[in-house]
């Protein structure tokens, strides 16, 4: 046969001469054979090159409908491909394993074929579209021949019942139907309840047909006495049909015979049943039972036969006197329920009502192969459920759990009935499946990868714009301390970085005061003071001299913090993001190049109760140019993979790998440049464009996710200055940016307007400024933000710390700063909306006079300020001292103290001091 033709030919190719160019094939045992489900039966064979090519070959693998092909690690499918390489995988046979696809078809004989065909291509010639070996397999159906039983009545009142096959039979196939009829189990009830009686054959629960005959006259009774003889009370007779043959239908071992032949053949034996009058009126009722016996079968291979018995009528001499009872069945469905809610409901039902009491035993269990577990993702639970006389459907309750864990897939688990109406070994099973209501890591991921994709975009952007001079500068910066209740705690911008990788923290300027004066942050928080905080404070660059190009080499380290927030649904997210960097780079006047290394970790939540930790370490290459005089570029690139842990609240941890990459590419053109002596007009177009990728793997109960990120910014700056014969300076500024946030997290475009004028005087010192910025149009109608700043100053000389000088600002609204600065600021524009607190306004103020100490080596500066909101008021005195510089000074060192005083509004007043040092040395 075919399946023998193509073992041949498998075999054949086993014998070519090694050095001569073919493909062998060889199948296990000979041959391939496969069952219908996919997984009782399956095969592999095995393709390998006879001699090395002298290109990598590629053989296509494409299976015909019904059958699948795999490779090793890979996904069942219709088409694989296999490579050899001629390097080294050329004599290294590769397996294909070949399992079967269920038709749900019925097929002759028991078993079907499907071929399975090669093609090869190279740029080898003797190995490119090689005549290659096909593979016959035999698939074996599992699909059921199905025998129904079922009685009718005729208009007429005559009887007739049918024994039907689900298909013809072909000419090497036989079925047999033996029939059975009423003995003492037939009689085992009472009274005028007419029941089916339950018969089980190969395990199949059936039922016999069943009626009632009853004489016509003086009925002295409702209770079934006898039973009726066939071949006496009643007879039977069987209609001629095509290759159906009825034997003993009257007495001795009936049957019905079904042989297949190559032409027409009738798949329905139909059979009379003919009332016999007797003389007697003794008013009996006799009772018919008949039904089929277990069907025997010929030539059908492993198909099995499922066994069917329809609804028939109850008759009598001359009439139909009670109504068919169908046997009680039990039925329960396949239900869902989101994990969110607790429990899930199971319907039980019975094939109609309970005529008595039914009872059914119920456990849970786990599905195989396991995916929802017991004790985890449900509750184990047992029992009976009982269905009183007049009932037909029970519900019952089964408890499960939300395991916290995010992007898996929907579980399942089964319900088992056993027992009452139910055939002794066997089982009603249906399946729970629990959908996952959590919330996706992916979400999370997305802003994990976006965050530490900017925080290297802005250490690319420092990188470029650091000076290049000679020598080695390392920051260690202080640490402001709080009231003497609080030692050790930091007070830090709620929802910022701690720290600008420069050394300042939150709320405290450079010299580590307390920075009213631009406190256009919102509230502030008290938090424990880390060592990583310490760390994020510091930062080196060693700078190489300059060779006879011009270029130099810079060693440098930082480390960031960010923080991100964002929403799943309806449930909050948010991150913790650090990041240390350390990179190599080289700048001439022209280019810059280099590659930072770096290491993230991350702490956040993902939404209601799941936790995660992530690591990442990445490399990233990057550069710049600057191709003319008005205008440069840059672009950076990087690639990392780490881990990803998420913990439930139950305490169950589920750890996966992760990868990250991105890419950066962004512009700066000054369209006009300032005259010489720095007036007139000027115009600048700034823009950059971002790309983020993460992706986690598949793990136990943990699906993969992937994420992508997206971000396009573009900025246009205006600026006009004009300088008066009195000195006066007057600096006009018109800024617009365009913003656009796409991919899995936050979403959006708008644009924002931003505009500032500035006046000074530099022989009196006097300088006034107004700034204003709003957000003009955005994407979500009902983001609104703007804001407004006014100032005033007097410093006499602005380029030291000597002499008197005097600050005063009024803030309202959102950040006044405006265009780029604002646009250009990591947060997606929806985090950047002005909170109710700071749209009332507040003033700032402080007043400080500077003075030489120390034979001049110092400058000390003893300062007091003042801020005033609608929330509070705050007041500061303090002293910092600065060792005064000059060209041939290597280090620089300063001090300050603080006492600070705060009112809150309605709350308790608020004592504190700080003190702390920063010392910055070069060599």
């Known amino acids: 046969d075919a399946a023998g033709n193509a073992s041949e030919a498998a075999t054949a190719s086993s014998n070519y001469d090694a050095v001569t160019p073919n493909i062998l094939i060889t199948e296990s045992d000979g041959s391939t054979k496969v069952s219908e489900d996919g997984s009782t039966l399956i095969d592999t064979y095995e393709i390998v090159l006879a001699s090395p090519p002298s290109a990598d070959v590629t053989v296509t693998v494409s299976a015909a409908e019904g059958v699948q092909v795999n490779t090793a690690g890979g996904t069942a499918a219709s088409v694989q491909t296999l490579t050899f390489t001629a390097a080294s995988t050329w004599n290294e046979p590769q397996t294909i394993t070949v399992a079967g696809v269920d038709d749900n078809i019925d097929t002759p004989g028991g078993s079907r074929f499907a071929d399975i065909t090669h093609a090869s291509s190279s740029a080898d010639p003797d190995y490119d579209d090689r005549n290659i070996d096909s593979v016959r397999v035999t698939v074996n159906d599992d699909d059921p021949t199905t025998v129904t039983f079922a009685g009718t009545q005729n208009e007429n009142g005559s009887i007739e019942f049918t024994i039907t096959l689900s298909r013809s039979l072909v000419s090497s196939e036989t079925v047999t139907v033996p029939l059975t009829f009423g003995g003492a189990d037939a009689l085992a009830f009472s009274g005028n309840e007419i029941q089916t009686v339950p018969l089980s054959i190969n395990g199949i629960a059936i039922t016999a047909l069943q009626w009632v005959i009853e004489d016509a006259i003086a009925q002295t009774t409702d209770v079934v006495t006898d039973i009726a003889i066939r071949g006496v009370d009643y007879t039977l007779s069987c209609m001629p049909a095509t290759g159906v043959t009825c034997s003993n239908l009257n007495s001795g071992d009936a049957q019905v015979v079904f042989a297949g032949n190559d032409g027409t053949m009738s798949t329905v034996a139909t059979i009379s049943v003919e009332i016999v009058s007797d003389a007697d009126q003794n008013g009996l009722r006799k009772m018919v039972s008949m039904g089929m016996g277990e069907v025997d079968s010929d030539g059908l291979g492993d198909n099995p036969i499922k066994q069917i018995v329809q609804d028939s009528p109850n008759v009598q001499d001359d009439q139909v006197v009670l109504p068919l009872q169908d046997a009680l069945e039990i039925s329960v469905d396949n239900v869902s329920a989101v994990e969110q809610a607790g429990q899930i409901e199971f319907t039980v039902r019975l094939s109609r009502v309970a005529d008595r009491l039914v009872t059914v035993s119920y456990e849970t269990r786990d599905s195989t192969p396991v995916s929802a577990i017991e004790g985890v993702d449900y509750e184990k639970k047992q029992g009976d459920i009982e269905f009183s006389q007049g009932e037909r459907e029970k519900i019952i309750f089964i408890s499960i759990l939300n395991d916290g864990v995010a992007d898996e897939d929907d579980e399942t688990f089964e319900l088992v009935l056993t027992g009452g109406v139910i055939p002794d070994g066997k089982e009603v099973v249906a399946v729970g499946r629990i959908l996952n209501s959590n919330y996706s890591p992916k979400s999370w991921l997305s802003r994990f990868a976006r965050t530490v994709s900017e925080q290297v975009i802005d250490s690319v952007r420092d990188r470029i714009a650091a000076p290049r001079g000679e020598g080695v500068e390392i920051t260690l910066a202080g640490q402001p301390f709080g009231s003497p209740a609080d030692l050790e705690r930091v007070t830090s911008q709620e929802g910022s970085a701690v720290s600008d990788g420069n050394g300042t923290f939150g709320l405290y300027d450079e010299f580590g005061r307390l920075d009213i004066l631009n406190s256009n942050t919102g509230k502030g928080e008290i938090r424990t003071m880390t060592e990583r905080e310490l760390l994020l404070s510091s930062n080196f660059t060693v700078t190489d001299r300059k060779d006879s190009s011009g270029g130099n080499l810079a060693f440098w380290g930082r480390a960031v913090q960010s923080r991100f927030s964002g929403k799943q649904g309806t449930s909050p997210l948010d991150g913790e993001v650090n990041t240390a960097m350390m990179g190599i780079d080289f700048a001439d006047d022209e280019l810059l190049f280099g590659t930072m290394l770096t290491y993230s970790s991350a702490k956040g939540s993902d939404g209601e109760d799941g936790k995660i930790d992530a690591t990442l370490n990445s490399i990233v290459p990057y550069g710049s140019m600057q191709v003319s005089d008005g205008l440069s570029l840059w672009g950076a690139a990087g690639y990392g993979s780490g881990e990803m842990t998420l913990t439930s609240d139950s305490g169950i941890k589920l750890r996966t790998g992760t990868s990250w990459a991105m890419a950066a590419f962004g512009t700066r053109s000054d369209l006009r440049h300032l005259n010489a002596e720095g007036g007139g007009p000027a115009l600048t177009l700034t823009s950059d464009v971002l790309w983020t990728y993460a992706a986690s793997d598949k793990a136990q109960g943990l699906a993969a996710s992937k994420a992508s990120v997206s971000r396009l910014r573009l900025g246009l ?25 796409g991919g899995d997290a936050e979403k959006g475009f708008g644009v924002e307007v931003g505009s500032n004028v500035t006046w000074s005087n530099p022989g009196s010192g006097l300088s006034l400024g107004l700034e204003a910025r709003t957000l003009l149009m955005h994407q979500d109608r009902d983001l609104k933000n703007w804001g407004l700043a006014a100032s005033a100053a007097y410093d006499p000389s602005p380029e030291t710390s000597l002499g008197p000088s005097l600050t005063l600002r009024y803030n309202a609204g959102g950040q006044s700063a405006g265009g780029l600065d604002a646009l250009f600021a990591p947060a997606p524009l929806e985090q950047r909306s002005e909170s109710s607190d700071r749209a009332a ?62 009112v809150p509004k309605g709350g308790q007043t608020e004592f504190g001091y700080s003190a702390g040092f920063q010392y910055r040395v070069r060599w």
């Open 717 to 741: 700056e205006g600026v006009w200055n004009k300088t008066y014969d009195s000195g006066d300076r007057l600096t006009f500024r018109l800024e617009t940016g365009l913003r656009y946030d």
């Open 841 to 902: 306004g507040n003033w700032t103020a402080e007043a400080a006079y500077g003075f030489a100490v120390f034979d001049e080596m110092f400058t000390a500066v003893p300062y007091m300020g003042v801020g005033l909101s609608d929330a509070e008021r705050d007041y500061a005195i303090g002293w910092r001292m600065e060792r005064k510089s000059n060209r041939r000074s290597t280090s620089e060192l300063s001090f300050y103290v603080e006492g600070k005083h705060k």
